[in-house]
């Protein structure tokens, strides 16, 4: 009996030593595969750069480097709870930092930007953002996901055989125990996490001894402080801060003296906008190539514009984005709040506010109230930044799109529906409704990647950073300047009074660094901008203004009445015509300024107005609209 008693102790021994190696070699193998997947996450966040990894890792900001690792860490550790397999979820790690690194690496080298949690909700247009890819990045991705998934059914396989094999019912009970109290312990943490931007939050803490967190520059945010750092500062936060002095008391204020300023202001405005149709028309990535130094294009691919802004009110967009951001500027120009006041956190609105867009002042509600019918036609999925829901909540009566439009017309190879046909449906829209019509159209024709759209072009650039894809932008901006014209002069001989508000996005993103640190910030994001009236001349030349303003200059045009919201409007505008994060362009200054704090008085008192207002509708009480802010 004795003999008996000691085999089975040692027995009992031997196993739990066993599954004390066992969960030790687990820990470490995920303690290994989590720092490489850190670095590596360093690595493709700086542009491949290895020296920049080693230096962010060992010399400049380990702690918050290890801090990341234990997040990874524990990570693999709850997906290991769930697979029951150390090497499927080491496997899964790998491939989920591979593909998060590219991701970051592609968006920073074609926008300037790193990848922010909204992004992920662009998984739905993974086919899409697969077209910008380069090829041969592209061939690499898909070699690494096939044998990817290969040595995964192996692993599984493996594991299942083994499972098999396995008698031991105590071991068995013990190690389910053990992966559940994982499971639970990994996932408090994981959700614990996700609260990073809450008061208290222990990470956030444990970062802020080390960190250096940049609003204004998430480039910067992430560079200073890690990927890991950089994607947490990102989660859930509000869409600003409270401005001192917010109450309902304030707001009434508000509203009060710019009722009393929008009273002067239609005084000596006589006509009504209920008889005019307003067309907005968002051009992907059209820009003026001649209007950046050290670049040389062989023709003028936009003179038809360039002669149109002779004969028209005319001038620059400042645009938030540079080679993207689409929505971000829509967002502006269709509800005149401005990206500049949001915390740095909050980086896409159709995405992060979509559920209060219903709340927000906008164009479209404005004309809903005019009795215009309220169209939004972009010539592609319904899915792209949820513009299906954030047109519904924003108040649009239709939605056009690629399956819904008449007229999908495309140019050569391009892939995307040509300016041309989206004109031609713009057109036909306006006359199917007696009423007058709010069209708002965002164009796809000049959308990336360019290469390869058209074969042959009547154009050629130098000192782009790349001839191929310049060439065929150049003919993309060619075909656009027809298409305008065109549409233009069919206006010109509607008998319906019509105000167009034409303007590109951005400026594509193929230029190389040099051109980019040649011409600043500024240059790299001033689009053009043309506001043309079939019924009211005005030649004037505006500057540089930000789209938050372009319904000051429609009401304007039309001798329209004005909202107190447009009299304070006008007001900012009079002093600071154009402004985003870190630029700013003040009435009559030369000076860009790089801060509040740089910019007069006047200037500064009437921000601190503006983000009172965009606080109230965006994160306060909506005290402004309850008060009629919005409407006549």
């Keep these: 009996m004795r003999q008996l008693h000691g085999k089975q102790t040692n027995s009992f021994v031997y196993r739990y030593l066993a599954s004390f190696k066992k969960y030790l070699t687990t820990i470490l193998l995920g303690l290994i595969a989590s720092f490489i997947g850190n670095f590596g996450l360093q690595f493709f966040q700086n542009q491949y750069s290895f020296s920049l990894a080693v230096k962010f890792a060992f010399q400049w900001h380990t702690e918050m480097f290890l801090i990341g690792v234990f997040l990874l860490v524990t990570i693999y550790l709850w997906i290991t709870a ?127 001894r080390h960190a250096y967190w940049i609003p204004y520059s998430q480039q910067m945010n992430y560079y200073n402080n890690g990927f890991i750092g950089g994607f947490l500062y990102n989660l859930g936060v ?159 009566t239709n939605f056009l799109t690629e399956t819904t439009m008449e007229f999908v017309g495309k140019k050569d190879r391009n892939p995307y529906i040509s300016d041309e046909s989206a004109y031609q449906e713009v057109l036909q829209q306006m006359k199917a409704t007696q009423e007058p019509d709010f069209i708002h159209l965002v164009t796809m024709q000049n959308h990336m990647v360019y290469s390869g759209k058209y074969p042959k072009t009547n154009y050629s650039a130098q000192g782009t950073g790349n001839a191929k894809e310049a060439a065929n932008y150049l003919q993309d901006l060619a075909y656009s300047d027809d298409a305008l014209a065109e549409f233009l002069k069919t206006i010109g001989q509607s008998t319906e009074k019509t105000i167009v508000v034409f303007w590109g996005d951005h400026l594509p993103s193929f230029y190389s660094e040099t051109v980019v640190k040649t011409n600043g910030h500024l240059k790299m994001h001033q689009t053009p901008l043309l506001v043309y009236s079939n019924f009211a001349e005005d030649y004037d030349t505006i500057g540089t203004i930000s789209p938050i303003y372009y319904m000051n200059h429609i009401l304007d045009i039309a001798n329209a009445q004005v909202t107190p919201y447009h009299a304070f409007l006008m007001e900012l505008e009079e002093e600071l015509p154009a402004f985003e994060k870190g630029t700013y362009l003040e009435r009559d200054s030369t000076v860009v300024a790089a801060k509040r704090e740089n910019l007069s008085k006047t200037t500064q008192e009437l921000l601190k107005v503006y983000d009172m207002i965009q606080y109230d509708v965006t994160v306060g009480e909506n005290y402004s609209k309850a008060h009629d802010f919005f409407e006549d």
């Design 82 to 208: 769930i697979s029951g397999s150390r090497w499927l979820s080491t496997l899964i790690l790998t491939v989920g930092v591979v593909a998060t690194g590219i991701t970051t690496q592609q968006k920073m080298a074609l926008r300037g930007e790193p990848l922010y949690p909204s992004d992920l909700t662009m998984i739905k247009e993974l086919p899409f953002l697969i077209q910008m890819i380069d090829r041969k990045l592209l061939l690499v991705i898909s070699i690494f996901l096939i044998s990817t998934i290969i040595l995964s059914i192996s692993i599984f396989i493996k594991h299942k055989k083994r499972s098999k094999s396995f008698t031991d019912s105590k071991q068995k009970k013990w190690n389910w125990f053990v992966r559940v109290g994982t499971f639970i312990v990994t996932s408090a943490i994981l959700f614990y996490s996700l609260g990073f931007n809450q008061p208290g939050n222990l990470v956030k803490s444990a970062y802020d």
């Design 238 to 396: 509000e869409a600003m801060t409270k401005p001192a002095g917010y109450s309902e008391e304030q707001i009434i204020k508000v509203v009060q003296e710019y009722e009393e300023k929008a009273v002067k202001v239609n005084q000596t405005r006589l006509a009504s906008i209920k008889d005019v149709n307003i067309i907005y028309v968002m051009n992907e990535s059209f820009s003026d190539p001649s209007a950046l130094e050290g670049v040389t294009v062989s023709k003028d691919p936009i003179p038809k514009l360039r002669a149109l802004k002779d004969t028209s009110l005319s001038g620059s967009m400042l645009s938030q984005g540079y080679g993207g951001g689409t929505a971000n500027i829509e967002f502006e120009a269709l509800t005149g709040l401005s990206m500049e006041p949001m915390t740095a956190s909050l980086t896409t609105p159709y995405t992060q506010l979509v559920s209060r867009m219903n709340e927000l002042p906008s164009v479209v509600s404005y004309l809903n109230q005019q009795g215009h019918t309220t169209t939004a036609i972009h010539p592609y999925d319904t899915t792209m930044y949820k513009r299906n829901e954030v047109y519904q909540n924003l108040g649009f």
